[in-house]
Every structure is written in C-alpha cells, then in structure tokens.
C-alpha cells in the first residue's frame, strides 16, 4: 500500500505561497492584460504593455494595486498547489515498480494532469476570488468590476448571490487550465532534473540543479498553458446573472471560440510575456522552495 507523504502536501503548498509573495504583481499584470479588449466590447485601452501596465498600476494605485489579491493568491497557492504536488507525489509512487522506479513520460503526463485537476477543484474558490479582485481598479478599469472591498466581503457576497455554485464558477476552466500546464510543468520538471543530474556536473541536491531545470520548465508551460489562462481568467470575471450564471460566455469551449473568432490568436495569447514573468519565476522559486524544504525536513527527522 502507498504511504501517503503528507509532507509533500504541506511543503507544497507552503513552497508555492513563499513564491506567490514575489510573482504576484505579474499576475495583476497579466490579469488585466488579458481583460484588456475583451471581445472587443470596449475601446479602453488603458494598458500598452507589461511594463506599461506595471508602471502604470504602480504609479496610479500604488504597492497595494500592484499586490492585488494577494490573500486569496497566496491561499490559492497553498491549496492547490499544496494538493497538486502532495498528489503527484502519490501518484508516482503507487506507479513506480522495483523494476523501473522512474515513470515514462505518458505516465509522468497523466499523473501530473490527474493531480492538477484534483489541485483545481480544491483551490477554485479562492482563484475566483484573486482574478475579480485583481481585475478591479478605480482608475484603469478593464473587464467587469465586482467591486469587493476584501477577500471574506468577497466570499459573503458570492455566497449570498450564488451559494456553492457561485463559489465554484469557473472550475471546469480552471481544471483545463491547470491540467494542461501541470501536465507539462511537473514531467518536464523531473525529466529535466534528471537530465542535468545525468550530466554528472552539479550535486543533485544543489541549487543549480533545481534552477535550471526550473527555468527550462516554465518556458515549456507558459507555450502550452496561455490559451487556457485566458479562457479562465475571463469565465471567472465575467458578469453573472442573480442566479450565478455567466453573461457572456456559456462555458470554457464558448469562451476560447468567442475570444478566438473576435480577438484571433493574438487574443488567445494576451498576456503571454506578462505570464512567463510571472511562471518562470514562479516556477523557479516554487521548486527550488521545495526542494530545499524537502532537504530540511529530512534533516530534522
């Protein structure tokens, strides 16, 4: 029977909140990048770029602009990810043998995909919540402003308006979009550890190994992944009904060929390069925070 390490669970989910501290403006950069022309609905332009819009939110709305939902992002971090690496973890576990302990790559990708949409469905609520807050501003508006004054009025209000569905809006999208980039982002990770330890250069449990490997990894994730970040950014901050339905888009496959035929590819990859800053060093800081916890934790047994 596999031993369910509940220590992955927890240093997971701990690893990716340290990281969210520092990746987070990136994520208010994105956010609004890929509301910014939604459909073509507005003419609002207020954002020219990445760097544009972060010296913009900085200058107009100051550090707690830039840091947007930061309470709801790191607890997201710590769910669904805390979820997400824990059950990987079990997962290649209960699918190694004595015979080949290291898993293929069809194997890493469905171990992955499977703890990634475990990772979502925890998480969600509190990913619903980081996408309106961060969207919302009082001088550079753009896509729906739901108007939250913190994360609990923000659960209160959802709660009153839709009760658990409400709280769950967006979750078929946003188990798409961690599936896709968690199915990439976890084999290509291990594969590329494996790799650079293969070398026979670096220690394996040194620091280097876990940041180059961490930098290869999330160019890979950000390729695959963008088009489904902006198909859930958008179902999660879209105007909904009193009944919790959405206003604009009847589900995650309307949303990518409404976005798609208004917006084309382009539209689809809104936000990318805002992305990548925010996943690359996400995804260096959040593996090298693991795995440094991991080595801590041995220590101290």
Request: glycine fraction near 10%.
């Amino acid at each position: 029977m596999t031993q369910i390490p509940w220590r992955d669970f927890f240093l997971g989910g701990v690893a990716t909140s340290a990281a969210c501290l520092f990746t987070n403006p990136a994520e208010v950069v994105k956010t609004r990048l890929q509301l910014q022309g939604e459909l073509g609905l507005s003419n609002a332009r207020p954002y020219k770029g990445v760097f544009d819009a972060f010296s913009t939110i900085l200058r107009t709305e100051g550090i707690k602009g830039i840091q947007k939902g930061l309470i709801p992002a790191t607890a997201y971090q710590f769910t669904m990810n805390g979820v997400r690496l824990g059950t990987y973890s079990v997962l290649k576990s209960a699918m190694a043998t004595d015979v080949s302990p290291a898993l293929g790559f069809a194997q890493n990708v469905g171990a992955a995909a499977l703890a990634g949409v475990c990772g979502a469905m925890v998480g969600s609520p509190f990913f619903l919540i980081k996408i309106r807050m961060q969207s919302q501003s009082s001088t550079n508006q753009v896509g729906f402003q739901h108007h939250y004054s913190s994360t609990r009025d923000a659960f209160r209000q959802i709660w009153r308006q839709g009760g658990f569905r409400g709280l769950m809006k967006g979750v078929d999208a946003a188990a798409i979009r961690v599936a896709s980039g968690s199915s990439v982002q976890l084999p290509t990770y291990d594969i590329a550890k494996r790799s650079i330890i293969n070398l026979g250069i670096f220690d394996p449990d040194s620091i280097i190994v876990h940041f180059t490997a961490s930098l290869m990894t999330g160019m890979v994730v950000v390729t695959f992944m963008n088009p489904f970040d902006v198909v859930s950014t958008r179902l999660y901050n879209e105007q909904t009904s009193p009944d919790g339905r959405g206003l604009l888009y009847r589900g995650p496959i309307d949303c990518f060929i409404k976005t798609a035929k208004s917006e084309g590819i382009r539209g689809l990859y809104k936000g990318s390069l805002a992305h990548y800053l925010r996943i690359g060093p996400h995804t260096i800081l959040t593996f090298v925070f693991f795995e440094q916890l991991k080595l801590f934790a041995k220590k101290i047994q």
